[in-house]
């Protein structure tokens, strides 16, 4: 079943965006679970849960999330997304609705929530953030668990990488098959390699750091800005402490906090964003501690 539930959106402007057919394409060509979303989802949403995925998108998390699930539903407020994931899901349910108005959804109907792509992050103003939450408690059986990921306004340092294996290769092409030359050519590759990348990163870093340390968002841990991405999408940051504060506030327990890095090792000022998992309590749980 396929329903088509009138937004109610405040945010016109991104709507236009991620209504936009070319943008829809984009996000329909993702299939790709991040490390710490097939972490959190495996540890946290039991097989046989119902899932209700908010801010689907083009369906990226679709196909994973419904293998677990004995029902899913897939939420999104543009109408170009949700017709991408009928397209590729036909046997799947997906509703055109703003996740701040949930109203049409059952009470406590589900046992897992999913937001992934930081799509909380364009619920604006405050206030649709803050309803959409209290929605999902509402729409969450007891115990159920709440996924979603958000921006890092501290994120100012950009840690570069690159692949080691494609460099490993190269160096094994250029020994001609001498071990001593494949090792001597990989020391060097690496070494001009490392160098490039703390170029790469200084550069990176310095283009970040100027407008966001500027900013009062940096200095208060959180704020709206317009973000590049497809031409400039306005988002909310907000560090850990606040994200916590308030979903806290809204009558949940936090389970875990991972960074978008996983498995590296995730900094304050380097992270781009994190991934919470919260669990429902109930008002007289919540009142006890």
Not at 51 to 71: E, M, N, P
Not at 77 to 89: P, S
Not at 192 to 220: D, E, V
């Amino acid at each position: 079943m396929n329903v088509s539930i009138a937004p109610a959106t405040k945010d016109p402007a991104n709507l236009r965006i991620y209504d936009a057919q070319q943008v829809a394409a984009h996000y329909a060509a993702l299939e790709y679970l991040t490390p710490c979303e097939r972490l959190l989802f495996g540890s946290y949403i039991p097989l046989g849960s119902a899932v209700l995925d908010l801010g689907v998108g083009g369906g990226r998390t679709s196909g994973y999330l419904s293998q677990r699930a004995s029902r899913y539903l897939g939420v999104d407020y543009a109408e170009a997304m949700v017709k991408a994931c009928q397209k590729k899901f036909p046997e799947l349910e997906f509703v055109v609705a703003d996740a701040a108005h949930l109203s049409f959804l059952a009470d406590q109907s589900f046992d897992a929530v999913v937001f992934s792509f930081n799509g909380i992050d364009c619920l604006l103003p405050d206030e649709a953030r803050r309803s959409c939450l209290k929605h999902i408690h509402r729409v969450l059986k007891p115990g159920g668990v709440l996924i979603f990921s958000s921006h890092n306004p501290r994120a100012v340092v950009v840690r570069s990488g690159w692949n080691r294996y494609r460099l490993q290769q190269l160096a094994r092409r250029l020994s001609g098959g001498s071990k001593l030359l494949q090792q001597s050519s990989t020391a060097v590759l690496t070494g001009l390699r490392l160098l490039l990348a703390l170029g790469q990163s200084i550069w990176a870093t310095l283009r970040r750091s100027i407008p966001r340390l500027g900013s009062p968002m940096f200095w208060k841990g959180e704020g709206t800005r317009l973000d590049p991405a497809h031409g400039g999408v306005l988002t909310h940051y907000w560090i850990p402490d606040r994200v916590i504060a308030e979903v806290c506030g809204m009558h949940f327990r936090v389970e875990s906090v991972l960074g978008d890095d996983y498995p590296r090792q995730s900094f304050p000022y380097a992270t781009d964003w994190y991934y919470y998992v919260f669990t429902k309590c109930e008002r007289s749980e919540f009142s006890k501690n």
